[in-house]
């Protein structure tokens, strides 16, 4: 993480205008344009990845450019969860379980950060990024050719990253952006107990 020379990077510009976008898209959505959403959404996932592109490539990653590309990585499946109840409820249907199952895991999850940290996560994990490719790629195969089999495995890689992340939440000693891996979070809880002893 770098120090930034100013809040509004582009990255985050970009982070900001991605979480803005949400309410507008569950707007949309509620009204029933399903064909607006889904561009909407296929904005939102281009979004998604040229924010962290250019943090790296313009060496502007930062606290706050996690806590908001966290921040609108959320809204934007939450809002994917309420748009597609409303707009395709047959295809909620069929994954209902495994979807609750998701968003439970990753409300406990961000509970359990705020309680713990005062923070909601920010981990970006491997998992979590595999994830959510995956589930951008499913969810627009699916809008183009009505094939559901990568979004369901995406629903599946959704719930083995949010036990990761809780796992997380529970082994960090303070809470901390990036952090990619359960074997990480180990190590940072026990270089903190060196700390601690030394």
Do not use: C
């Amino acid at each position: 993480m770098t120090a930034p020379s100013s809040w509004l990077t582009l990255p985050n510009a970009i982070s900001l205008s991605r979480l803005l976008l949400a309410p507008v898209g569950l707007w949309v959505a509620a009204r029933g344009h399903s064909t607006a959403y889904q561009w909407m959404f296929a904005l939102a996932v281009a979004s998604d990845l040229a924010d962290g592109l250019l943090a790296r490539w313009l060496h502007a990653q930062t606290v706050l450019g996690a806590r908001l590309d966290a921040a609108a990585d959320t809204a934007t499946y939450l809002v994917l969860f309420f748009a597609a109840t409303w707009l395709w409820p047959e295809f909620v249907d069929t994954h209902f379980g495994m979807l609750a199952a998701a968003l439970g895991l990753y409300g406990a999850n961000h509970a359990w950060a705020l309680v713990r940290f005062h923070r909601l996560p920010a981990y970006h994990t491997w998992a979590g990024k595999f994830s959510a490719v995956l589930m951008a790629a499913g969810m627009l195969l699916w809008f183009i050719s009505g094939i559901a089999g990568l979004f369901t495995a995406a629903v599946v890689v959704s719930l083995v990253s949010v036990v990761e992340q809780l796992a997380i939440t529970g082994l960090l000693p303070a809470w901390q952006a990036d952090v990619p891996t359960v074997s990480h979070a180990i190590r940072l809880r026990s270089a903190a107990r060196d700390r601690a002893s030394s």
